[in-house]
């Protein structure tokens, strides 16, 4: 194989469509330029690799293709004679016209392709040669060109904000070609976009197909997502949550103050509205639920502090739990 797409996803082959997605999440998320800013060159091309292979390895169908002939179906008749829907000949064709003594060498994107060139009465004709036949299109009709599907990994943070991806395309006649994805704010993971005519290209005129793009959302270390809500852990001292603070932390939006009510313990949750995901569905907020952070080391007159403080009547904090 040309490129062992189980060797880069770091997968066996006898690996499983579950595996394998969760192979491409780890290693997307390791190599992706945004997690690499020291080599984003060197990120960017391993990250295309990983995206090329998951793209093949992630579609059952194209998948066993792949482990068939050895090559992904866009690279099908790409040349150097990889593909099974390659024909070369001279002095004749199927269907009983004959070449002049010219040979010939034709492509096709897939096996649909090749059928509907020799079926229907549309073949070649005795006086026909192969260039006149597709150069006249024979009087047949307008073949579209397929849609082509991908999958592509973005991070948590573009899919809150949204912007704008390049991505590579290899086409069937073997070439790579650049597209610049627009990434709607508020996306979801498992989304699709479709970008209309940038598919294979048709055939006798034919339009071009699509482009289907399904994205994949990284996971963020800090913010959780749910529907157009963020939620967040933030760490507080043991000063700030007894006596209260202004702290600044981190939105979509930039950093915003949240005031700390005093006697504030884990979990509390506070609310900073409009601070959430924007997207067609609205507006969201953002979530904050403060987490008390104990010094890993004391000094003694806090050490003596904290045992005057527990050694008077506290209040019950466990009353409430029970099994049933």
């Keep these: ?113 090749l059928i509907k060139m020799f079926s ?25 060109g397929s849609d082509v599907e991908r999958n592509l990994a973005i991070s948590f943070v573009m899919a809150v904000e949204g912007g704008k991806v390049d991505m590579k395309i290899r086409r069937p006649a073997g070439h790579d070609e650049t597209v610049t994805v627009k990434i709607p704010a508020g996306i979801t993971d498992g989304k699709k976009i479709r970008l209309n005519g940038l598919g294979n290209h048709g055939q006798f005129g034919g339009k071009a197909g699509n482009l289907l793009i399904t994205v994949h959302v990284e996971e963020h270390p800090f913010f959780k997502r749910k529907d157009i809500h963020l939620y967040v852990k933030i760490p507080v001292t043991l000063k700030e949550a007894v006596f209260g603070a202004k702290i600044d932390i981190p939105t979509p939006k930039g950093n915003v103050t949240l005031t700390v009510p005093a006697g504030s313990s884990s979990g509390t949750k506070l609310r900073v509205r409009g601070c ?13 639920e403060l987490s008390v952070v104990l010094p890993k080391k004391w000094m003694p007159a806090e050490k003596e502090l904290i045992q005057k403080l527990t050694s008077e009547p506290a209040e019950p ?7 049933k």
């Design 317 to 323: 904090v466990r009353n409430d739990l029970q099994w």
């Design 276 to 288: 959430g995901i924007v997207s067609r569905e609205g507006s969201g907020d953002l979530f904050a």
């Design 1 to 113: 194989m040309s490129n062992d797409y189980y060797k880069t996803l770091e997968v066996p082959k006898t690996a499983t469509q579950e595996e394998i997605q969760k192979a491409y999440r780890k290693l997307a998320r390791k190599h992706h330029p945004d997690m690499n800013q020291n080599d984003p060159k060197g990120a960017k091309e391993k990250f295309q690799k990983i995206q090329e292979a998951f793209d093949v390895l992630g579609d059952p169908e194209k998948r066993k293709i792949y482990d068939q002939f050895g090559v992904s179906p866009d690279q099908m008749g790409s040349g150097g004679g990889q593909g099974p829907f390659q024909w070369s000949f001279g002095g004749g064709m199927p269907g009983g016209g004959a070449s002049r003594g010219n040979s010939h060498h034709f492509n096709f994107e897939n096996l649909d392709d």
């Design 120 to 144: 229907g009465g549309g073949g070649l004709g005795n006086n026909q040669s192969p260039d006149e036949f597709f150069s006249a299109g024979a009087g047949r009709r307008s073949i579209r």
